[in-house]
């Protein structure tokens, strides 16, 4: 579990485990807020679960149609992930991503183990 202030102010929690027996059950991403609620989730987190909002808007009719069924724990995501670094190898775009945002998502991890040993909080970006 790792709880999280953004420097808004604003406060989440994170629970991640990969160790369901005998298969993955789920990923679900879930925001509260003082206005809305949503969750999705699904095998692939592929499917809008709940979708509330104090104040409805025209969009939200369109929601539903953002569901697709998948058997894969992966999706549809990696092939397209792939699909872009052979078109950036070949020199066809740009990349959708890059190293420097997939270090975001390490330096959550490592601030979370080290605020685990030490028993505090740590700021992020860290400081190499």
């Given at each position: 579990?790792?709880?999280?202030?953004?420097?808004?102010?604003?406060?989440?929690?994170?629970?991640?485990?990969?160790?369901?027996?005998?298969?993955?059950?789920?990923?679900?991403?879930?925001?509260?807020?003082?206005?809305?609620?949503?969750?999705?989730?699904?095998?692939?987190?592929?499917?809008?679960?709940?979708?509330?909002?104090?104040q409805?808007?025209?969009e939200?009719?369109h929601?539903?149609?953002?569901?697709?069924?998948?058997?894969?724990?992966?999706?549809?995501g990696?092939?397209?992930?792939?699909?872009?670094?052979?078109?950036?190898?070949?020199?066809?775009?740009?990349?959708?991503?890059?190293?420097?945002?997939?270090?975001?998502?390490?330096?959550?991890?490592i601030?979370?183990?080290?605020?685990?040993?030490?028993?505090?909080?740590?700021?992020?970006?860290?400081?190499?």
């Open positions: 579990m790792l709880s999280i202030r953004w420097r808004s102010g604003a406060l989440g929690s994170m629970n991640v485990t990969m160790l369901t027996y005998p298969k993955n059950l789920e990923g679900s991403i879930t925001i509260l807020g003082e206005e809305g609620t949503v969750r999705v989730g699904g095998v692939a987190v592929n499917q809008i679960q709940h979708w509330e909002f104090a409805k808007l025209p939200d009719e929601i539903a149609t953002a569901n697709y069924q998948t058997t894969s724990v992966y999706g549809f990696h092939p397209l992930y792939y699909d872009n670094v052979i078109k950036v190898i070949r020199g066809e775009a740009e990349p959708d991503t890059d190293g420097r945002e997939g270090l975001k998502s390490l330096e959550t991890l601030a979370a183990y080290l605020a685990a040993r030490d028993g505090r909080r740590v700021a992020l970006p860290l400081d190499y």
